[in-house]
């Protein structure tokens, strides 16, 4: 990036007295100086997502000196968000995430222009957005998102910092740079829905995504300067557990849908058909679902149900609903322990692991099994409102 | 001869727990092929039903991406290590 380290030189940038105060130890930093400095305020970058990865961007962000931050998410703060989740405060739960990013980042530094974008990035918003800013930090949580994020900055020639997390581990890059890989170059395709769980089902280290996130904001910053070496064409790979990084080789692949030499993606796809995440059916439309209402309807009557819990034991100890307890990797040893004439309700966090129960169930021949849908969380929210959440 | 083969945390889950596991092998196919004969439930995370290897899963020879050395049929020795990279999405939530 040394050759673009120019691009976002502006000459009507001026840093205020306060800024130069402000700015002092970047001043004195040979590789920043007042020319970096000023770099850094003529820079705009776009967050997608205010989360795990999006807190410490954001902090850092703000706390560098870019001109003008970006953010693009549409949740609002919860409780759970709070383990990681360092942008926003135990007094901003059930504010928009926006909002209290907006507040933390003039906090900071009132100099940063923040623009809010109150929306789910997608195909017809997602060129838009991305196309009004320099850089774009990708922290977002799902893979229809990961790809529409990639595909948008290689078709916009943006940079993108990549990073992503999971339980202890964590991955760093930057795609979409001049002659650089992009994330298609890494992963042509994304794994089918539920092979691969997501954090809010495997869990996650609190401190790993303000680690990641850190990186990100490294690269970002170094982007800008035009210094050092950036991890283009290098996949950073970090395991909280051992504390241990491995870097390993990226390459543009020539035969990459996007980015390769006879790109066939030249305008933006649907990503969630792409992911293979079929449109969302009516609740009562599902023969294998049944919702927490028609749950406790069922039950209030007096109807015999046997609930099957395919947690991990931890989670059960937090809350429960008393069902019997078989970890979903543990179902096809001890599948006998089931009865497949009884009917059967199985349930999980979220719906997604007991969704994967159920259609290994029904391969077995189970006919009366069904998934709770939205998992024991849909409970507590609209059942059991006493219930201890995760 | 054996070779180490680095486990993400994603797919401890089928290795009981193992962070990395030796095992012998000329080729990281060989060696593929061994660890899903040991851990069978890993067997759909790497191979599709084809038994070509997933495109959301990287094997790498040390820092070598093995798609562009010879693939399946990648030689490795005992002072190599082989790690499996698959993709994986959080961040926000």
């Known amino acids: 990036m040394r050759e673009t380290g120019g691009r976002w030189s502006r000459t009507d940038v001026r840093l205020s007295r306060e800024e130069i105060r402000r700015y002092g130890r970047h001043l004195i930093l040979p590789e920043v100086g007042l020319e970096g400095q000023m770099k850094l305020k003529a820079a705009s970058v776009l967050l997608v997502g205010a989360g795990g990865l999006g807190s410490p961007l954001a902090l850092y962000l703000a706390a560098a000196g870019i001109g003008r931050i970006g953010i693009v998410d549409f949740d609002v703060v919860d409780e759970s968000n709070l383990q990681r989740q360092v942008l926003h405060s135990t007094t901003d739960v059930g504010r928009p995430k926006l909002d209290s990013a907006r507040d933390r980042i003039h906090s900071i530094n009132p100099n940063v222009e923040v623009e809010l974008f109150n929306t789910h990035l997608n195909s017809a918003n997602a060129l838009g957005i991305l196309g009004g800013f320099d850089l774009v930090a990708d922290g977002t949580d799902n893979f229809p998102t990961r790809y529409l994020v990639n595909d948008a900055c290689v078709l916009l020639k943006k940079p993108n910092v990549y990073g992503s997390i999971f339980r202890f581990e964590g991955q760093v890059s930057v795609f979409s740079a001049p002659g650089g890989p992009c994330y298609r170059c890494l992963y042509a395709d994304p794994p089918p829905p539920g092979l691969v769980p997501s954090c809010a089902e495997g869990g996650v280290l609190g401190v790993l995504p303000g680690i990641i996130g850190t990186i990100q904001a490294a690269e970002t910053v170094k982007l800008i300067l035009g210094i050092g070496e950036p991890l283009i064409g290098r996949l950073l790979l970090f395991d909280a557990l051992t504390m241990k990084t491995r870097e390993l080789k990226l390459r543009r692949n020539p035969d990459c849908a996007i980015c390769g030499d006879h790109a066939s993606i030249t305008e933006l796809i649907d990503y969630e058909l792409f992911c293979g995440i079929a449109p969302a059916a009516g609740p009562e439309d599902d023969e294998n679902a049944i919702s927490a209402a028609a749950l406790k309807a069922k039950l209030d009557r007096g109807e015999s149900v046997f609930l099957l819990d395919v947690r991990e034991p931890r989670e059960y100890e937090i809350a429960n609903l008393g069902g019997h307890l078989i970890p979903l990797n543990d179902l096809p040893r001890r599948v006998h322990e089931l009865d497949s004439s009884q009917d059967t309700v199985v349930y999980c966090h979220s719906g997604m692991r007991s969704g994967q129960a159920v259609q290994f169930l029904k391969q077995l021949g189970f006919r009366k099994v069904k998934n709770l849908l939205g998992g024991i969380e849909a409970w507590a929210e609209s059942i059991d409102p006493a219930m201890p959440r995760y | ?93």
Do not use: C
């Open chain 2, 1 to 93: 001869m054996a070779i180490r083969i680095l486990i993400p945390t994603p797919l401890r889950a089928y290795t009981e727990k193992k962070e990395s596991v030796l095992l012998e092998g000329n080729t990281v196919g060989e060696l593929l092929r061994g660890l899903t004969a040991t851990y069978a439930p890993l067997k759909k995370h790497l191979f599709d039903d084809t038994g070509s290897l997933r495109n959301f899963v990287n094997v790498y020879v040390n820092d070598e991406d093995i798609r562009y050395l010879q693939k399946e049929q990648t030689q490795v020795s005992e002072k190599d290590t082989v790690s499996i990279v698959p993709s994986i999405a959080g961040g926000r939530s």
